[in-house]
């Protein structure tokens, strides 16, 4: 009955992201309860300005709290298994990444893992108009390039039983992988710095091709070309200078 409601209501809501908030909260009862529980995290601050978004799937419900701390509720599991995970692999590459990562912490509570982060400042670079992006293009794609250079490279010990093989070394666009880097990164938009990698939680050690792949496709779909070419061409300058 709940989806047969939910998706009656969300026929008339144009907007994709407003549609999945509604229907988050008409199949899931429980975001009720997980406000609440972030508005009692909240009860000493003098603020307490809280906003919900739905996380891709609407697998996890996200409730940020001032701008400074995010929490995910698990929806459709109860989360400890991808909590583990990604906590081990944001700790072996917080002091690599040459692109600040979002500290994570993990809250069990009652059924579920929560997962806490610190806000990452900046936007989603597909909430800049491509028109923009493409006068500051070059300069983002070398700092993309530098961070798949550093953390591809990278094979910390901490972390070698999450590979396929855990004695596989790193290569040409093969290695330690965030996952999705068509737009979980945040800009500065003053000075088009990347300001945060965000989600980790898809993170492995693989081949890149596929996701650049995807990533060209996604590009090239809302208009932001040749970013994927200036980010190959700034990789491949890095990886075979340093060979």
């Given at each position: 009955?709940?989806?047969?409601?939910?998706?009656?209501?969300?026929?008339?809501?144009?907007?994709?992201?407003?549609?999945?908030?509604?229907?988050?909260?008409?199949?899931?009862?429980?975001?009720?309860e997980?406000?609440?529980?972030?508005?009692?995290?909240?009860?000493?601050?003098k603020?307490?300005?809280?906003?919900?978004?739905?996380?891709?799937?609407?697998?996890?419900?996200?409730v940020?709290?001032?701008?400074?701390?995010?929490?995910?509720f698990?929806?459709?599991?109860?989360g400890?298994e991808?909590?583990?995970r990604?906590k081990?692999?944001?700790?072996?590459?917080?002091g690599?990444?040459?692109?600040?990562?979002?500290?994570?912490?993990?809250?069990?509570?009652?059924?579920?893992?929560?997962?806490?982060?610190?806000?990452?400042?900046?936007?989603?670079l597909?909430?800049?108009?491509?028109?923009?992006?493409?006068?500051?293009?070059?300069?983002?794609?070398?700092?993309?390039?530098?961070?798949?250079?550093?953390?591809?490279?990278?094979?910390?010990?901490?972390?070698?039983?999450?590979?396929?093989?855990?004695?596989?070394?790193?290569?040409?666009?093969?290695?330690w992988?965030?996952?999705d880097?068509?737009?979980?990164?945040?800009?500065?938009?003053?000075t088009?710095?990347?300001?945060?990698?965000?989600?980790?939680?898809?993170?492995?050690?693989?081949?890149?091709?596929?996701?650049?792949?995807?990533?060209?496709?996604?590009?090239?779909?809302f208009?932001?070309?040749?970013?994927?070419?200036?980010?190959?061409?700034?990789?491949?300058?890095?990886?075979?200078?340093?060979k």
């Open positions: 009955m709940r989806h047969f409601i939910s998706n009656l209501v969300c026929g008339v809501i144009w907007s994709k992201s407003l549609r999945d908030l509604v229907r988050t909260r008409i199949r899931f009862p429980q975001t009720r997980y406000v609440r529980y972030v508005r009692n995290f909240a009860k000493n601050m603020q307490r300005k809280i906003r919900t978004v739905v996380g891709y799937g609407c697998k996890n419900f996200i940020i709290l001032n701008n400074k701390h995010v929490f995910k698990p929806l459709l599991t109860d400890k991808v909590s583990l990604e081990r692999i944001v700790d072996a590459f917080y690599i990444s040459p692109i600040k990562i979002p500290l994570m912490k993990i809250i069990p509570y009652k059924d579920i893992y929560i997962r806490k982060y610190e806000f990452a400042t900046g936007t989603l597909t909430d800049i108009p491509p028109r923009v992006i493409a006068q500051h293009r070059k300069h983002i794609a070398k700092q993309i390039a530098e961070f798949l250079y550093v953390i591809g490279k990278s094979d910390p010990v901490e972390i070698r039983d999450l590979k396929p093989n855990p004695d596989d070394k790193p290569g040409f666009l093969y290695g992988f965030q996952g880097f068509w737009q979980n990164f945040m800009l500065d938009e003053k088009f710095d990347i300001t945060f990698f965000i989600d980790w939680e898809q993170a492995s050690f693989e081949s890149w091709l596929s996701a650049f792949y995807v990533c060209t496709h996604n590009w090239d779909k208009g932001y070309r040749a970013i994927p070419i200036d980010i190959m061409y700034e990789y491949s300058k890095l990886y075979f200078s340093k």
